[in-house]
């Protein structure tokens, strides 16, 4: 067996470690960030808890906070243009999905000698970055991959640092809280199952299941739950370290197409689509299904693996109930667009390459009866 695994150089975890955020930099010799984030971290002051410590270590910096929800082309090539024009030497990335996506976008394209962004996306490998990004996350989800427009893959795009510090959480909404956790269930899942999965990613995923199934619905009742949002934070990062290192699968495949056209946030895409999908492969990876339901607990110890299995699609389901998640038609989306673009979205999710991971590989047909089969709900 061989494989390769990633991951940044250094990960600082805990409760208020941001404050730490001038001694890292230092670590490395850095000394001009421009911190990248959004309007909701400027306008809340969350951000502050970065620029403080920035400001009182006497370190030149600037703020870029033009981010979106879905990053566009525009943005990011504003973004680097800031970068240029302020002689910085690494990117910090502050806030949820928006931010670190955009961050990494600008640190790969400002090494491209002002190349359409186009030239830099999937399936294109991008193992270099002009400058090096700190990540901050303040959602327990890592976002590295939101948009069809905007997937960009390759070392450069893996942060140098992160600072992984919980207390950022406390004030996610209750419904992020709730999507960006399946997403994470979701990495942590389809990186389990993927056939690209290694012992490394295993045991990352295993760990990062666990995690996310004891402290989930605790953070999501319970915002200012120290030890649910401690444990979240904890496992959406292992669950990112073993998608990173191994690979997302049918799920991501199927719900990239459903944010871009129908713009669902991508968590809650992800969760509209886990437990038909989840039915659908079973039957091609049952011993790692059934781990997979005992470690996060929708199944006994020591159940059989058809029994965990099938224990694992309706805890899936049950999950979505829990936490509020809707099908597509009571999200709102007409049946009538929904039919109309189901063969270009299996089009698209198969292109993606993420579906010839999954334990089951589909055709388009098979996608297309997916998309149909969650419309409505399966508990119709
Ligand atoms: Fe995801």
Redesign the pocket.
């Known amino acids: 067996m061989s494989f390769s695994v990633v991951s940044p150089r250094v990960m600082q975890f805990g409760g208020g470690s941001v404050a730490g955020i001038a001694t890292l930099l230092a670590t490395f010799g850095l000394r001009r960030p421009l911190v990248v984030t959004d309007p909701v971290m400027v306008s809340t002051g969350l951000v502050r808890r970065c620029l403080e410590p920035l400001e009182a270590a006497g370190l030149s910096f600037a703020v870029f906070s033009d981010t979106v929800p879905e990053p566009t082309d525009t943005v990011v090539e504003a973004g680097v243009a800031r970068l240029a024009s302020g002689g910085h030497d690494c990117l910090v990335a502050f806030g949820g999905g928006s931010p670190i996506d955009t961050a990494k976008a600008m640190a790969i394209l400002a090494n491209g000698g002002g190349q359409h962004i186009r030239a830099f996306k999937v399936p294109v490998q991008n193992d270099a970055a002009a400058l090096p990004v700190i990540a901050i996350p303040t959602t327990a ?1 890592t976002g ?2 939101r948009g069809e427009k905007m997937l960009i893959a390759g070392l450069g795009a893996l942060p140098l640092a992160a600072i992984v510090d919980f207390e950022l959480t406390y004030t996610v909404p209750q419904r992020t809280t709730a999507d960006t956790g399946v ?1 994470s269930l ?2 942590a899942l389809e990186a389990y199952v993927s056939r690209r999965a290694n012992p490394v990613s295993d045991a990352l995923a295993l760990a990062a299941i666990e995690l996310i199934g004891r402290n989930l619905r605790t953070a999501y009742a319970e915002p200012r739950n120290a030890a649910a949002r401690e444990g979240m934070m904890l496992g959406a990062t292992q669950a990112g370290m073993a998608f990173c290192n191994s690979s ?1 699968a049918l799920v ?1 495949g199927m ?1 990239r197409p459903i944010g871009a056209r129908f713009h669902v946030p ?2 809650l895409s ?1 969760a509209m689509l886990l437990p038909a999908v989840t039915r659908f492969s079973l039957s091609e990876a049952p011993a790692r299904y059934a781990e997979a339901a005992r470690r996060v607990g929708f199944a006994a110890p020591g159940s059989d693996d058809a029994t965990a299995g099938v224990a694992l699609c309706r805890g899936l389901e049950t999950l979505n109930r829990e936490l509020g998640v809707p099908t597509p038609q009571a999200h709102g989306i007409a049946w009538d667009d929904w039919l109309g673009a189901m063969p270009v979205m299996a089009e698209q999710a198969l292109a993606s390459g993420s579906p010839a991971n999954n334990p089951r590989v589909p055709d388009a047909s098979e996608i297309v009866t997916l998309y149909r089969e969650v419309y409505a709900g399966s508990n119709a």
Do not use: L, M
Request: glycine share 16%; hydrophobic share 10%; charged share 15%.
């Open positions: 989800g590295t991959e997403d979701t990495h997302v991501h719900s991508h968590g992800n």
